[in-house]
Protein backbone atom coordinates (compact mmCIF):
# COMPACT_ATOMS: atom_id res chain seq x y z
CA UNK A 1 0.00 0.00 0.00
CA UNK A 2 2.71 2.52 1.22
CA UNK A 3 4.36 1.66 -2.47
CA UNK A 4 1.49 2.49 -4.39
CA UNK A 5 1.27 5.84 -2.28
CA UNK A 6 4.48 6.60 -3.56
CA UNK A 7 3.85 5.38 -7.08
CA UNK A 8 1.29 8.10 -6.57
CA UNK A 9 2.66 11.00 -5.30
CA UNK A 10 5.12 11.05 -8.00
CA UNK A 11 3.31 10.69 -11.21
CA UNK A 12 1.17 13.62 -9.52
CA UNK A 13 4.29 15.32 -9.39
CA UNK A 14 5.17 14.83 -12.80
CA UNK A 15 1.82 15.52 -13.89
CA UNK A 16 2.35 19.48 -12.13
CA UNK A 17 5.37 19.82 -13.64
CA UNK A 18 4.26 18.91 -17.23
CA UNK A 19 1.67 21.13 -16.81
CA UNK A 20 4.10 24.33 -15.67
CA UNK A 21 6.06 23.51 -18.50
CA UNK A 22 3.47 23.94 -20.51
CA UNK A 23 2.01 26.83 -19.58
CA UNK A 24 5.63 28.30 -19.89
CA UNK A 25 6.28 30.55 -22.77
CA UNK A 26 9.42 30.60 -24.71
CA UNK A 27 12.39 32.23 -23.09
CA UNK A 28 12.39 35.15 -25.33
CA UNK A 29 8.91 36.24 -24.66
CA UNK A 30 8.37 38.09 -21.69
CA UNK A 31 5.52 39.60 -19.96
CA UNK A 32 3.00 42.28 -20.86
CA UNK A 33 3.78 44.01 -17.58
CA UNK A 34 7.71 43.83 -18.94
CA UNK A 35 7.04 47.41 -20.62
CA UNK A 36 5.16 49.18 -18.61
CA UNK A 37 7.44 52.34 -16.76
CA UNK A 38 5.80 54.83 -14.43
CA UNK A 39 8.96 55.81 -12.91
CA UNK A 40 7.39 54.99 -9.32
CA UNK A 41 10.81 53.15 -8.10
CA UNK A 42 14.36 53.69 -8.88
CA UNK A 43 14.73 50.22 -10.07
CA UNK A 44 13.20 51.16 -13.10
CA UNK A 45 15.79 53.06 -14.11
CA UNK A 46 18.29 50.24 -14.20
CA UNK A 47 15.95 49.11 -16.86
CA UNK A 48 17.61 51.97 -19.74
CA UNK A 49 20.87 52.12 -21.38
CA UNK A 50 22.90 55.17 -19.52
CA UNK A 51 25.17 56.78 -21.93
CA UNK A 52 27.44 59.94 -21.76
CA UNK A 53 25.05 63.13 -22.77
CA UNK A 54 22.16 61.67 -20.71
CA UNK A 55 20.97 62.51 -17.03
CA UNK A 56 18.19 60.64 -15.96
CA UNK A 57 16.79 61.31 -12.32
CA UNK A 58 13.23 60.41 -11.09
CA UNK A 59 10.85 63.46 -10.36
CA UNK A 60 7.91 64.53 -8.43
CA UNK A 61 7.61 67.27 -11.42
CA UNK A 62 5.14 67.04 -14.64
CA UNK A 63 3.58 63.24 -13.19
CA UNK A 64 0.79 61.96 -15.02
CA UNK A 65 0.57 58.46 -13.62
CA UNK A 66 1.21 58.22 -9.87
CA UNK A 67 3.86 60.83 -7.87
CA UNK A 68 6.92 60.64 -10.37
CA UNK A 69 7.75 60.79 -13.46
CA UNK A 70 11.44 60.65 -14.96
CA UNK A 71 13.39 63.84 -15.91
CA UNK A 72 15.99 63.48 -18.70
CA UNK A 73 18.70 66.16 -19.79
CA UNK A 74 20.24 65.33 -23.15
CA UNK A 75 23.12 66.93 -23.85
CA UNK A 76 25.37 66.86 -27.04
CA UNK A 77 26.09 62.97 -28.28
CA UNK A 78 25.13 60.93 -31.05
CA UNK A 79 21.41 60.42 -30.57
CA UNK A 80 20.61 60.28 -26.39
CA UNK A 81 17.68 59.47 -25.56
CA UNK A 82 15.20 56.53 -23.93
CA UNK A 83 16.30 53.13 -24.48
CA UNK A 84 14.85 50.43 -22.38
CA UNK A 85 17.16 46.89 -22.16
CA UNK A 86 13.97 44.89 -21.07
CA UNK A 87 10.92 44.57 -23.96
CA UNK A 88 8.72 42.34 -25.20
CA UNK A 89 10.50 41.32 -28.28
CA UNK A 90 6.66 40.26 -29.59
CA UNK A 91 4.11 43.27 -29.66
CA UNK A 92 2.15 41.27 -32.43
CA UNK A 93 -0.40 40.89 -29.28
CA UNK A 94 -0.20 45.13 -28.98
CA UNK A 95 -1.85 47.41 -30.87
CA UNK A 96 -1.00 50.83 -29.12
CA UNK A 97 2.54 52.37 -27.96
CA UNK A 98 1.25 55.59 -25.04
CA UNK A 99 3.95 57.86 -23.56
CA UNK A 100 3.32 61.04 -21.64
CA UNK A 101 6.15 63.85 -22.16
CA UNK A 102 6.17 67.48 -21.08
CA UNK A 103 8.69 69.89 -22.31
CA UNK A 104 9.41 72.60 -20.50
CA UNK A 105 11.71 74.96 -22.24
CA UNK A 106 10.19 77.77 -24.33
CA UNK A 107 10.98 76.16 -27.86
CA UNK A 108 9.62 73.15 -29.65
CA UNK A 109 12.21 70.19 -29.87
CA UNK A 110 11.76 67.41 -32.44
CA UNK A 111 12.68 63.63 -30.77
CA UNK A 112 12.19 60.69 -32.93
CA UNK A 113 10.75 57.44 -32.02
CA UNK A 114 13.04 54.44 -33.51
CA UNK A 115 11.75 50.76 -33.62
CA UNK A 116 13.77 48.15 -35.65
CA UNK A 117 13.56 44.62 -36.33
CA UNK A 118 15.89 41.94 -34.75
CA UNK A 119 18.29 44.39 -33.52
CA UNK A 120 19.21 45.56 -37.08
CA UNK A 121 19.73 49.04 -37.64
CA UNK A 122 19.95 49.24 -41.61
CA UNK A 123 17.34 52.00 -42.65
CA UNK A 124 15.12 49.47 -44.41
CA UNK A 125 15.10 47.22 -41.20
CA UNK A 126 12.94 50.02 -38.96
CA UNK A 127 10.84 52.85 -38.36
CA UNK A 128 11.29 56.24 -37.83
CA UNK A 129 9.15 58.37 -37.03
CA UNK A 130 9.27 62.56 -35.91
CA UNK A 131 7.78 64.14 -33.25
CA UNK A 132 7.70 67.54 -32.87
CA UNK A 133 6.86 68.69 -29.13
CA UNK A 134 5.69 72.38 -28.67
CA UNK A 135 6.22 73.77 -25.13
CA UNK A 136 3.60 71.98 -22.60
CA UNK A 137 2.65 68.27 -22.29
CA UNK A 138 1.56 65.72 -24.27
CA UNK A 139 0.01 62.19 -24.84
CA UNK A 140 1.21 60.22 -27.52
CA UNK A 141 -0.82 57.18 -28.20
CA UNK A 142 0.81 55.44 -31.43
CA UNK A 143 -1.06 52.77 -33.58
CA UNK A 144 1.65 50.16 -34.32
CA UNK A 145 -0.27 49.40 -37.31
CA UNK A 146 0.15 52.96 -38.52
CA UNK A 147 4.19 52.06 -38.96
CA UNK A 148 5.71 51.51 -41.80
CA UNK A 149 9.52 51.13 -42.73
CA UNK A 150 11.29 54.34 -42.94
CA UNK A 151 11.98 53.45 -46.82
CA UNK A 152 7.89 53.03 -47.33
CA UNK A 153 8.33 49.03 -48.52
CA UNK A 154 5.84 47.59 -46.08
CA UNK A 155 4.67 47.47 -42.46
CA UNK A 156 6.54 46.85 -39.72
CA UNK A 157 6.77 44.03 -38.65
CA UNK A 158 6.27 43.98 -34.94
CA UNK A 159 6.84 39.86 -34.05
CA UNK A 160 10.43 40.21 -34.00
CA UNK A 161 11.24 44.03 -31.97
CA UNK A 162 14.97 44.23 -31.58
CA UNK A 163 15.31 48.06 -30.46
CA UNK A 164 13.13 50.52 -29.13
CA UNK A 165 14.29 54.08 -28.99
CA UNK A 166 13.21 57.85 -28.42
CA UNK A 167 15.79 60.66 -28.68
CA UNK A 168 16.73 63.54 -30.13
CA UNK A 169 19.06 63.42 -33.06
CA UNK A 170 22.48 65.71 -31.97
CA UNK A 171 21.03 68.08 -30.04
CA UNK A 172 23.14 71.27 -30.41
CA UNK A 173 22.18 72.75 -26.89
CA UNK A 174 20.79 70.78 -23.32
CA UNK A 175 17.51 69.41 -23.87
CA UNK A 176 15.37 69.00 -20.54
CA UNK A 177 12.51 66.61 -20.89
CA UNK A 178 9.52 64.54 -18.40
CA UNK A 179 8.50 61.43 -19.66
CA UNK A 180 6.06 59.59 -17.55
CA UNK A 181 3.67 55.87 -18.66
CA UNK A 182 5.52 54.75 -20.89
CA UNK A 183 3.87 51.22 -22.34
CA UNK A 184 2.06 49.09 -24.82
CA UNK A 185 -1.43 48.53 -25.08
Known sequence: MRRLDVKLRFAVLV?????????CKDGDDQPRWAFDYDFESDAELDRFVWRCGEVFERSQDFATHGDYSLRI?????PDPGLKPTQFPKDWSTFSMLHFDVMNPGDDSVRIYLKIADRRETQYEQRVEVPLELAPGARHFAIALDSLRYTTGNGIFEREHVGLFKIYAAQPKEKIVLYFDRLYLE
Request: neutral net charge.
Open 15 to 23: FLAGLLLAA
Open 73 to 77: ELKNG
